[in-house]
């Protein structure tokens, strides 16, 4: 009996150590956000749930850092470089949101996600935003749960193939009837070239590969009269892999598909779309300005739109949850549209002059609605 | 029959070794094995000019002016490690030295290493030379490199031609002295030639990607001081193995191995920031509680005359366990309580005298403290900071997961194959069904489900990061494999062993523990070996789902870099030498490892 007795004192002093470990735990977990305690119900410090009256904003800005959604595997958009960083035109975009949210637009951590992965990560939260060259359609806007921010690059689908073959710049889908048609598997690309096709009577054979290297390789060893994907990857590709003996050339000026690639974020978010969309509406204010990393600090005390945006008179960054010198931060340390875009696509011969990408003034798309 | 010699009444019986083939002349065997009749002679040639255009085409790939090899050499930190900051980077060399310490160590205590003959070593090297010679004659060098390859293929051929014919019949060498030789040479010349260098780029102007002075620059100073430390471990083993007994030198040098890769992988590579104040209020505490209370219960239960009110005792340790889920508590907690429950449920098979039960107890405190050390460190944000998602990848991210895969699913792989041959119906039939179901469904199924449905599955404030979810399933489904094959070993487990077991009083667990899984793991072992290499190789199906291991990052993150665009082949290649290196030691070492156990002899 005294056995016994012993035995349950035993327990009930395991239960009270169970039990006041258990009570600061949660004292652990509603006063310290910023390190994860030692609990499986850890603050949330990396779960980043869509509250229903709380903003990403202020999840980002107590996280310190802003996570993103990149390829890390997209010649010039976002390349994952030797020494790990990544680079690259949407790699730049995510810098830009880090400095207009954090004034540091090296508060960024990259999440390099698949094409297949990349909604599930917005809609867990793992990412707060997608720079991830994805397509705005209707489909992933409705259904989907995607809300799309403005266009950053307009891209669409084209043709390359050889001068040899009889094929130029003026050259159209029609010219196609008994290609043979090298391209991805399982993209779009595969079905925008089998419709356009079809509209335009040519009768074309496709092959579809399952990485670009495979659609390149063949191309050039003459498996295929024709490949096409993206306009500016096929750019590159011409850029950096055109043998001495061949001459590639991109038709038609005007691409089979519309690919505007931009955002992306979860729906139903204003203050957070806000956030972004207008770091990118700055960069491209700014450029038509012609206001860039070297001589954003002359024009701080600018009067009208450039005084505001720079945090000046009337600004208007303060109310959208942001320090007013936000998108000083994001022009000083990332860049303005042409400086993000000549930086990272002129290597791949991508030039904005006559293309869609070009500012309105000078005939492209690139467009803005005023800061006021 | 004639060998064998039977002495009748004592039963001894005395097997005279099989006499030796005699050894041909080099020209006899040649023409008894390859040229003996005419469809032989047709097969060598044919074999020969195969083999010749084969090695012909391979050399002309890899040494053909369109290959980037400069994308390789660039991008091995990426291959290997994928961001591993370089101001850092004195922790990987920590963790290499820590495992060439543990090598050298192992090596002395366990005496490890053969002799070979130097005859033997002279015609390797003579055969090595002559094969090289070969391959620059069908390599498509310019005349110059054709001179030094054929000049160094001839030397290495004429030095082992010489020790062939100068040695003595019965000279020999350590195995081990020959392989510490072959890294010296290895390491001189990274001093020599500058490749593995960062900067050494083949197309463009020299970069250097690492600054000067720092690790990260060269690795030609950190290996020469991990061999020295290897030997030096080596030599500090042999000493020790003098003045300590055997059984306590292995059993810590295990304990050791077994630690060292979480260990590594937490504390140094992961670098956690810990929070002192935190761990001495609320950590050391619950252990010190748990180590204390822990050991008295076990102390207590281990008497022989415990009886039935200690397996009540371990029995409502464990409901308390499973019940601590329902209420909110600190991790640890739970995982010490089920932990302790084990511990009970053992105990009486480890029942005995004073000692037999102190040992035990300290077992649980030793058990526990490790536990709480790197739960604890696991769960400490870590201060190395990268881009994406988890601290390392590459090579390292691939080795990782195999690693931790295959530790994991062996205790469970053989828990799951006992419970399928168990007597006890529930058991036998859940773990059947868990096995049949899981060898249902796919691997690349697994995976998918684990990296992206697994998280949403978990209760809201529950995190886990996609590797840890990951090695959760592929160490599930690792398991079920592994459990069919040591089913297999079980079954070879005549039941006269079962009966004789029985015969003097071992209870289940000890018969199992002590008679059943030893035989059975034994002759289980080539199976068990395969599987490992198989869950090696097929952490490559880890590409697939986005992960950054050394296929991913070949096949997708380097052709897709500016400066390389299109590289694929090169890159494809290096990851086919690197897994090959590595299948091979693994299946080499499974060769020992049966040659040790006397596996097909006995």
Same mark, same amino acid.
């Given at each position: 009996m005294?056995k016994?007795f012993?035995?349950?004192?035993?327990?009930?002093?395991?239960?009270?150590?169970?039990?006041a470990c258990?009570?600061d735990?949660s004292?652990? *977990?509603?006063?310290?956000?910023?390190a994860?305690a030692e609990t499986?119900?850890?603050?949330?410090?990396?779960a980043?749930?869509?509250d229903?009256?709380?903003s990403?904003?202020d999840? $980002?800005?107590?996280?310190?850092?802003?996570?993103c959604?990149?390829?890390?595997?997209?010649?010039?958009?976002?390349?994952?470089q030797?020494?790990?960083s990544?680079?690259?035109?949407?790699?730049?975009?995510?810098?830009?949101?880090?400095?207009a $949210?954090?004034?540091?637009?090296?508060?960024?951590? =990259?999440?390099?996600?698949?094409?297949?992965?990349?909604?599930?990560?917005?809609q867990?939260?793992?990412v707060?935003l997608?720079m991830?060259?994805?397509t705005?359609?209707?489909?992933?806007?409705?259904?989907?749960?995607?809300?799309f921010?403005?266009?950053?690059?307009?891209?669409?689908?084209q043709?390359?193939?050889? $001068?040899?073959d009889?094929?130029?710049a003026?050259?159209?889908?029609?010219?196609?009837?008994?290609?043979?048609?090298?391209?991805?598997?399982?993209?779009?690309?595969?079905k925008?070239i089998?419709e356009?096709?079809?509209?335009?009577?040519?009768?074309?054979?496709?092959?579809?590969f399952?990485?670009?290297?495979?659609?390149?390789?063949?191309?050039? *060893?003459?498996?295929?009269?024709i490949?096409?994907?993206?306009g500016?990857?096929?750019?590159?590709?011409?850029v950096?892999?055109?043998?001495?003996?061949q001459e590639w050339v991109? =038709?038609p *000026?005007?691409?089979?598909?519309?690919?505007?690639?931009?955002p992306?974020?979860?729906?139903n978010?204003?203050?957070?779309?806000?956030?972004?969309?207008?770091?990118?509406?700055?960069?491209?204010i700014m450029?038509?300005?012609g206001i860039?990393?070297?001589?954003v600090?002359?024009?701080?005390?600018?009067?009208g739109?450039?005084?505001?945006?720079?945090?000046?008179?009337?600004?208007?960054?303060?109310v959208?949850?942001l320090?007013?010198?936000? =998108?000083?931060?994001?022009?000083?340390q990332?860049?303005?549209?042409?400086?993000?875009?000549?930086?990272?696509?002129? &290597?791949?011969?991508?030039?904005?002059?006559?293309s869609?990408n070009?500012?309105?003034?000078?005939?492209?798309?690139?467009?803005? &609605?005023p800061?006021? | 029959?004639?060998?064998f010699?039977?002495?009748?009444a004592?039963?001894? @019986?005395?097997?005279?070794?099989?006499?030796?083939?005699? +050894?041909?002349?080099?020209?006899?065997?040649? +023409?008894?094995n390859?040229?003996?009749?005419?469809?032989n002679?047709?097969?060598?040639?044919?074999?020969t000019?195969?083999?010749?255009?084969?090695?012909?085409g391979l050399?002309?790939?890899?040494?053909?002016?369109?290959r980037?090899?400069g994308?390789?050499?660039?991008?091995?930190?990426?291959?290997?490690?994928?961001? /591993?900051p370089?101001?850092?980077?004195?922790?990987?060399?920590v963790?290499?030295?820590?495992?060439?310490?543990? #090598?050298?160590?192992?090596?002395? @205590?366990?005496?490890?290493?053969s002799r070979?003959?130097?005859r033997?070593?002279?015609?390797?090297?003579?055969?090595?030379g002559?094969?090289?010679?070969?391959?620059?004659?069908?390599?498509p060098?310019?005349?110059?490199?054709?001179?030094?390859?054929?000049?160094?293929? #001839?030397?290495?051929s004429?030095?082992?031609?010489?020790?062939? +014919?100068f040695?003595?019949?019965?000279?020999?060498?350590?195995?081990?002295?020959? #392989? @510490?030789i072959? %890294?010296?040479?290895?390491?001189?010349? !990274?001093w020599?030639?500058p /490749?593995g260098?960062h900067s050494?780029?083949?197309?463009?102007?020299?970069?250097?990607?690492?600054?000067?002075?720092?690790?990260?620059?060269?690795?030609k100073?950190?290996?020469?001081?991990?061999?020295?430390?290897?030997?030096?471990?080596?030599?500090?083993?042999?000493?020790?193995?003098?003045?300590v007994?055997?059984?306590?030198?292995r059993?810590?040098? %295990?304990?050791?191995w077994?630690l060292?890769p979480p260990?590594?992988? /937490?504390?140094v590579?992961?670098?956690p920031?810990?929070?002192?104040?935190?761990?001495?209020n609320?950590?050391?505490?619950i252990?010190?509680v748990f180590?204390a209370?822990?050991?008295?219960?076990?102390?207590?239960?281990?008497?022989p005359?415990?009886?039935?009110?200690?397996?009540?005792?371990?029995?409502?340790?464990?409901?308390?366990?499973?019940?601590?889920?329902?209420?909110?508590?600190?991790?640890?907690?739970?995982?010490?309580?089920?932990? !302790?429950?084990?511990?009970?449920?053992?105990?009486?098979?480890?029942a005995?005298d004073?000692?037999?039960?102190?040992?035990?107890?300290?077992?649980?405190?030793?058990?526990?403290?490790?536990?709480?050390?790197?739960?604890t460190?696991i769960?400490?944000?870590?201060?190395?900071e990268?881009?994406g998602?988890f601290?390392?990848?590459?090579?390292?991210?691939?080795?990782?997961?195999?690693?931790?895969?295959?530790?994991i699913?062996?205790? %469970?792989?053989?828990?799951?194959?006992l419970?399928?041959t168990?007597?006890?119906?529930?058991?036998?039939?859940l773990?059947?069904w868990?096995?049949?179901?899981?060898?249902?469904i796919? %691997?690349?199924?697994? !995976?998918?489900?684990?990296?992206?449905?697994?998280?949403?599955?978990?209760?809201?404030?529950m995190?886990?990061?996609e590797?840890?979810?990951?090695?959760?399933? /592929?160490?599930?489904?690792?398991?079920?494999?592994?459990?069919?094959n040591v089913?297999?070993?079980?079954?070879?487990?005549?039941r006269?062993?079962?009966?004789?077991?029985?015969a003097?009083?071992? #209870?289940?667990?000890?018969?199992?523990?002590f008679i059943?899984?030893?035989?059975a793991?034994?002759?289980?072992?080539?199976?068990?070996?395969?599987?490992c290499?198989?869950?090696?190789k097929?952490?490559s199906?880890?590409?697939?789902?986005g992960?950054?291991?050394i296929?991913?990052?070949?096949?997708?993150?380097?052709?897709?870099?500016?400066e390389?665009?299109?590289?694929v082949?090169?890159?494809?290649?290096?990851?086919?030498?690197?897994?090959?290196?590595l299948?091979y030691?693994m299946s +080499?070492?499974?060769?020992?490892?049966?040659r040790?156990v006397?596996?097909?002899?006995r």
């Amino acid at each position: 009996m005294s056995k016994l007795f012993k035995l349950l004192s035993l327990f009930l002093a395991v239960g009270v150590v169970a039990a006041a470990c258990s009570s600061d735990s949660s004292d652990d *977990a509603g006063t310290t956000t910023a390190a994860p305690a030692e609990t499986t119900e850890a603050p949330a410090t990396t779960a980043v749930e869509l509250d229903a009256d709380g903003s990403l904003l202020d999840t $980002v800005i107590a996280r310190g850092k802003v996570h993103c959604g990149v390829s890390g595997s997209a010649v010039a958009f976002s390349e994952t470089q030797a020494d790990g960083s990544v680079t690259g035109f949407d790699a730049d975009y995510c810098r830009a949101v880090a400095a207009a $949210v954090l004034g540091d637009a090296n508060a960024v951590e =990259f999440v390099a996600l698949t094409a297949s992965e990349r909604f599930t990560a917005v809609q867990t939260g793992d990412v707060d935003l997608l720079m991830r060259n994805t397509t705005w359609t209707q489909s992933r806007d409705s259904d989907l749960g995607m809300d799309f921010g403005p266009t950053t690059y307009y891209d669409g689908q084209q043709l390359m193939a050889r $001068v040899s073959d009889g094929f130029d710049a003026s050259s159209t889908v029609a010219d196609l009837d008994g290609a043979i048609v090298c391209t991805n598997a399982g993209t779009t690309t595969e079905k925008n070239i089998a419709e356009a096709a079809e509209l335009a009577g040519a009768d074309i054979e496709l092959l579809a590969f399952e990485t670009s290297d495979e659609v390149y390789e063949t191309f050039i *060893a003459g498996g295929c009269d024709i490949t096409t994907t993206d306009g500016s990857a096929l750019v590159g590709r011409k850029v950096k892999q055109q043998p001495a003996d061949q001459e590639w050339v991109i =038709f038609p *000026a005007t691409p089979i598909s519309k690919e505007p690639l931009g955002p992306t974020y979860g729906q139903n978010d204003s203050v957070w779309a806000d956030v972004i969309n207008w770091t990118v509406y700055a960069t491209i204010i700014m450029d038509e300005y012609g206001i860039g990393s070297s001589n954003v600090d002359d024009h701080v005390n600018d009067p009208g739109e450039v005084g505001r945006l720079l945090g000046g008179e009337g600004e208007l960054q303060t109310v959208m949850g942001l320090s007013a010198d936000a =998108f000083y931060q994001v022009i000083k340390q990332v860049g303005n549209y042409s400086e993000i875009y000549n930086s990272n696509l002129n &290597p791949v011969g991508l030039v904005r002059e006559g293309s869609a990408n070009a500012g309105w003034l000078d005939g492209g798309l690139i467009y803005a &609605p005023p800061a006021r | 029959m004639s060998d064998f010699n039977v002495t009748g009444a004592e039963g001894t @019986v005395s097997i005279k070794p099989p006499p030796e083939t005699p +050894k041909l002349p080099p020209r006899l065997w040649i +023409k008894e094995n390859l040229f003996s009749s005419p469809f032989n002679i047709f097969l060598t040639v044919a074999s020969t000019g195969i083999l010749l255009i084969l090695g012909r085409g391979l050399l002309s790939f890899i040494f053909s002016h369109e290959r980037q090899w400069g994308s390789t050499a660039t991008n091995l930190r990426l291959l290997m490690t994928q961001a /591993y900051p370089e101001e850092q980077y004195m922790r990987v060399w920590v963790c290499v030295g820590v495992i060439f310490t543990l #090598t050298g160590l192992s090596m002395a @205590v366990w005496n490890a290493g053969s002799r070979v003959a130097l005859r033997r070593l002279g015609s390797f090297l003579l055969s090595t030379g002559v094969v090289i010679d070969i391959l620059t004659l069908l390599a498509p060098f310019s005349s110059s490199a054709t001179i030094i390859w054929l000049c160094v293929g #001839t030397g290495i051929s004429l030095f082992g031609g010489s020790l062939v +014919k100068f040695s003595d019949e019965d000279k020999t060498m350590s195995v081990l002295t020959v #392989t @510490v030789i072959a %890294l010296a040479v290895a390491i001189l010349s !990274l001093w020599v030639v500058p /490749y593995g260098h960062h900067s050494f780029v083949f197309e463009r102007t020299p970069r250097s990607l690492a600054e000067a002075g720092t690790v990260a620059l060269t690795t030609k100073l950190p290996w020469t001081i991990m061999l020295l430390i290897g030997i030096a471990a080596y030599f500090a083993g042999k000493a020790i193995r003098e003045k300590v007994s055997q059984n306590v030198l292995r059993v810590s040098v %295990l304990t050791i191995w077994f630690l060292a890769p979480p260990a590594l992988l /937490y504390l140094v590579l992961r670098d956690p920031d810990f929070d002192m104040g935190h761990v001495l209020n609320t950590d050391i505490p619950i252990f010190l509680v748990f180590a204390a209370v822990g050991a008295g219960l076990l102390f207590w239960l281990t008497r022989p005359t415990a009886g039935e009110l200690g397996k009540v005792i371990a029995a409502i340790t464990l409901l308390i366990g499973f019940g601590s889920f329902l209420t909110p508590m600190r991790m640890i907690i739970r995982i010490l309580i089920l932990l !302790l429950a084990i511990f009970a449920i053992s105990a009486p098979t480890f029942a005995g005298d004073t000692q037999t039960r102190r040992r035990y107890s300290l077992g649980w405190i030793g058990v526990s403290g490790v536990t709480c050390w790197l739960v604890t460190a696991i769960n400490t944000p870590s201060t190395v900071e990268v881009p994406g998602s988890f601290f390392i990848g590459g090579v390292s991210l691939t080795l990782l997961i195999a690693i931790f895969t295959i530790v994991i699913s062996f205790p %469970l792989g053989i828990l799951l194959a006992l419970g399928r041959t168990s007597t006890m119906p529930i058991f036998r039939i859940l773990c059947t069904w868990f096995i049949e179901f899981v060898r249902g469904i796919p %691997l690349i199924t697994i !995976l998918i489900f684990f990296s992206i449905m697994f998280p949403m599955f978990l209760p809201k404030e529950m995190e886990i990061g996609e590797v840890a979810s990951i090695v959760i399933g /592929y160490s599930l489904f690792s398991s079920a494999y592994l459990a069919e094959n040591v089913r297999g070993g079980l079954q070879s487990v005549t039941r006269g062993q079962h009966e004789a077991a029985d015969a003097v009083g071992m #209870t289940t667990p000890q018969k199992t523990l002590f008679i059943v899984l030893p035989q059975a793991l034994r002759v289980s072992i080539p199976p068990l070996v395969s599987h490992c290499i198989g869950v090696f190789k097929e952490t490559s199906l880890l590409a697939i789902i986005g992960l950054f291991d050394i296929l991913y990052i070949a096949r997708n993150v380097i052709p897709n870099q500016t400066e390389f665009l299109g590289s694929v082949r090169e890159n494809l290649l290096f990851v086919c030498l690197i897994y090959w290196i590595l299948s091979y030691q693994m299946s +080499k070492a499974s060769q020992r490892l049966e040659r040790r156990v006397g596996l097909g002899e006995r």
